[in-house]
T-cell receptor, first 113, second 114 residues
Framework: GENVEQHPSTLSVQEGDSAVIKCTYS??????FPWYKQELGKGPQLIID?????GEKKDQRIAVTLNKTAKHFSLHITETQPEDSAVYFC????????????FGQGTILTVHP | EADIYQTPRYLVIGTGKKITLECSQT?????MYWYQQDPGMELHLIHY?????STEKGDLSSESTVSRIRTEHFPLTLESARPSHTSQYLC????WGRGSEPQHFGDGTRLSIL
């Protein structure tokens, strides 16, 4: 089955700096890669996703890049703000998985004012 | 606004009790999922459903059971709660067909068994 590794487990940045979280996956059949943000006391919320026919996608201050050859994808947050502090999860799914996603272990991002 | 609802949000209950965690979605999604989230943050899939009358066990073994009698409703039941069942339980749903789409999560039930 699919295995998703996520790094780092914790990330601390100053407000205004950039943050990068990286994930690797093992199953070459995976073709869908969402990123979720989980705030305290809430369920994970989708913030951006990318499919395997695209190498990069951007939405305001967040972007995701995908390298299919190396089987890794990354989340980039620019101009970080204290409200970006949360737990972030990457995930991978395939066209035959009936919607099942394999999640990474999570990254605790702390943005210091 | 939430399109997927979980109740209760918090539950503290004694050992041996029967518990049902409720999950409902208003999006008409065929696929629904239950995850267990431990204090280490990882999300572990314990049950999923492709549609009405379909249920499957997930990657993490669980003593809980689920049912899917209606599209919008996917309750999880523990027949006899134990302290080892203490955890956060998250419900999610996604669209239709074999492929992958975004999963929409509820805000979870935090369960504590005394």
């Amino acid at each position: 089955g699919e295995n998703v590794e996520q790094h780092p487990s914790t990330l601390s940045v100053q407000e205004g700096d950039s943050a990068v979280i990286k994930c690797t996956y093992s199953d070459s059949a995976s073709n869908y890669f969402p990123w979720y943000k989980q705030e305290l006391g809430k369920g994970p919320q989708l913030i951006i996703d990318i499919r395997s026919n695209v190498g990069e996608k951007k939405d305001q201050r967040i972007a995701v890049t995908l390298n299919k050859t190396a089987k890794h994808f990354s989340l980039h947050i620019t101009e970080t703000q204290p409200e970006d502090s949360a737990v972030y999860f990457c995930a991978a799914g395939s066209g035959t998985s009936y919607g099942k996603l394999t999640f990474g272990q999570g990254t605790i991002l702390t943005v210091h004012p | 606004e939430a399109d997927i609802y979980q109740t209760p949000r918090y539950l503290v209950i004694g050992t041996g009790k029967k518990i049902t965690l409720e999950c409902s979605q208003t999006m008409g999604h065929d696929k629904m999922y239950w995850y267990q989230q431990d204090p280490g943050m990882e999300l572990h899939l314990i049950h999923y459903s492709y549609g009405v009358n379909s249920t499957e066990k997930g990657d993490l073994s669980s003593e809980s059971t689920v049912s899917r009698i209606r599209t919008e409703h996917f309750p999880l039941t523990l027949e006899s709660a134990r302290p080892s069942h203490t955890s956060q339980y998250l419900c999610a749903s996604s669209g239709w067909g074999r492929g992958s789409e975004p999963q929409h999560f509820g805000d979870g039930t935090r369960l504590s068994i005394l």
